[in-house]
């Protein structure tokens, strides 16, 4: 019975240790140095595509950068079912989203750089 306890306990620690996840956490400053977009809006629409959501985002309130327009389309790509270990996204979210802008695609700065209100609390000016 030791035994069996001990290899289980073994497998517990070592096993979820090599499927972890590689991604490190990244200070806000340097987010925000790597984004040249934050913006502070609510998702109007997604839509799937293969293995990329569509997400729409109408703009509240811009807090780094400078767009032509009030709504922002960026992607989210599926890896290994997960979407980039971010929160699932559904109409009607508000949060901060860190954005860069890549051949006129907008893309997350970095993994996970988005931020949800979970309660939905704050109404947007629209």
Same mark, same amino acid.
């Given at each position: 019975?030791k035994? /069996?306890l &001990?290899?289980?306990l073994?497998? %517990?620690?070592?096993?979820?240790s090599?499927?972890?996840s590689k991604? %490190?956490r990244? =200070? @806000?400053? #340097?987010? @925000? =140095?790597? %984004?040249?977009?934050?913006?502070? +809006? #609510? /998702?109007?629409?997604?839509s799937?595509k =293969? *293995?990329?959501d569509m /997400?729409? &985002?109408? /703009?509240?309130s811009l807090l780094k950068?400078?767009? #032509?327009?009030?709504e922002v389309?960026?992607?989210?790509t599926?890896?290994g079912?997960?979407? =980039?270990?971010?929160?699932?996204?559904?109409? +009607?979210d508000?949060? *901060?989203?860190?954005?860069?802008?890549?051949? +006129?695609?907008f893309?997350?700065?970095?993994? +996970?750089?988005?931020?949800i209100?979970? #309660?939905?609390?704050f109404? @947007?000016?629209?």
């Amino acid at each position: 019975m030791k035994i /069996v306890l &001990i290899t289980f306990l073994m497998f %517990s620690v070592i096993v979820p240790s090599a499927y972890a996840s590689k991604i %490190s956490r990244l =200070d @806000l400053r #340097k987010l @925000l =140095d790597k %984004s040249e977009y934050v913006v502070l +809006g #609510k /998702v109007t629409n997604i839509s799937a595509k =293969d *293995v990329r959501d569509m /997400v729409t &985002i109408k /703009v509240a309130s811009l807090l780094k950068g400078a767009l #032509k327009k009030n709504e922002v389309t960026f992607i989210l790509t599926a890896r290994g079912g997960l979407k =980039d270990f971010d929160p699932q996204l559904k109409r +009607g979210d508000t949060g *901060v989203f860190f954005l860069i802008e890549t051949n +006129g695609e907008f893309k997350k700065a970095y993994w +996970g750089s988005m931020a949800i209100f979970s #309660k939905n609390n704050f109404l @947007l000016n629209e």
